[in-house]
């Protein structure tokens, strides 16, 4: 049961990076402030916001361990540490709009 709440907390935060995180991706020491997370795959979004005309094609990542300090959260930090990242990337083709169509389709005749 606690497994199931993680991994659904952990998919509000970092799902935005990582497809499926569920409980079989989880080996837990939650209480004692150690959550290791192994086998994720990259999103293909995953680095779009940063402007950078590539995407990936796929990437998996090997472990992402998230340290939290339950006793002293208020002054110290949540450490998240990846390893292991194994990452293929392709250049971003961006659609035409519709605009762009449409003017070629004109130009063509």
């Not at 080996?27 to 916001?49: C, I, P, W």
């Not at 094609?57 to 300090?69: M, Q, S, W």
């Not at 002293?72 to 990846?82: D, F, H, M, N, Y």
């Amino acid at each position: 049961m606690f497994d199931k709440a993680l991994a659904y907390a952990l998919n509000r935060t970092i799902g935005a990076y990582f497809e499926g995180i569920d409980p079989a991706h989880l080996r837990t020491s939650a209480l004692k402030g150690k959550v290791v997370l192994t086998g994720l795959t990259l999103k293909t979004s995953t680095f779009e916001d940063l402007g950078l005309p590539l995407r990936v094609k796929h990437g998996r990542v090997g472990a992402v361990t998230i340290l939290v300090p339950w006793k002293r959260l208020k002054s110290e930090p949540v450490i998240v540490t990846i390893k292991g990242i194994d990452c293929v990337f392709g250049p971003l083709i961006a659609k035409p709009s519709e605009a762009e169509v449409l003017e070629r389709k004109m130009k063509k005749r």
